[in-house]
């Protein structure tokens, strides 16, 4: 049966995006990147609320083609625009690309069928709100929080609106040369 793995960069103090979403703070290159794409490697659909994947779009379909872009760049560009892609969103009806789906209810329908379905896990980019409604529903199965050597000091809470209780098991804490510390739980 497949996963629902959540992806979430997460500072010190709890927080994923600044006041105005900012992430410029967050660490995402080298041994993270690295780190991260291991297990992107084993995902082959992406899901993302509306905001995040506008974000996305607006940024890795143009990277296989700039020459600025690094051969790592290239690999997980070209990653993302062969993934299967669903965006929850209540505002959209449809997107305009390729492997790309919109859910706007039944969330715990679809994400049930969908993990029956064939084929790798499926992983949450970021996406706070989506990620914190899938917490309430107890859809996630693997949390991977890369805890940033950073105090934000205010911003989007990591767990903002979760109210109900739920245990972890840690599978595995990476300590990276950045200062980044690598957190791989299940759920428990």
Partial sequence: MRKVV?????????????????????????????????????????IYGRVTFELMESYWPAVPDSPESTPADIKHANWYLNAHKIVFSRSLDSVDRQNTRVISDNIREEIAALKEQPGGDMMIFGSPSIAQEFM??????????????????????????????????????????SGVVALHYEQG
Avoid: C
């Fill in 136 to 177: 309430r529903l107890g859809l996630i199965d693997e949390y991977r929080i890369q805890l940033n050597p950073i105090v934000v000091g205010a911003g989007i809470p990591f767990f903002k609106d979760v109210t109900n209780q739920f245990g972890l098991r840690l599978v595995q804490a990476t300590p990276l040369e």
């Fill in 6 to 46: 959540l992806l979430m960069h997460v500072s010190l103090d709890g927080f994923v995006a600044g006041p105005n979403g900012e992430l410029e703070w967050l660490v995402a290159g080298g041994d993270v990147h690295d780190y991260v794409q291991r297990r992107i490697d084993q995902v082959d659909t992406a």
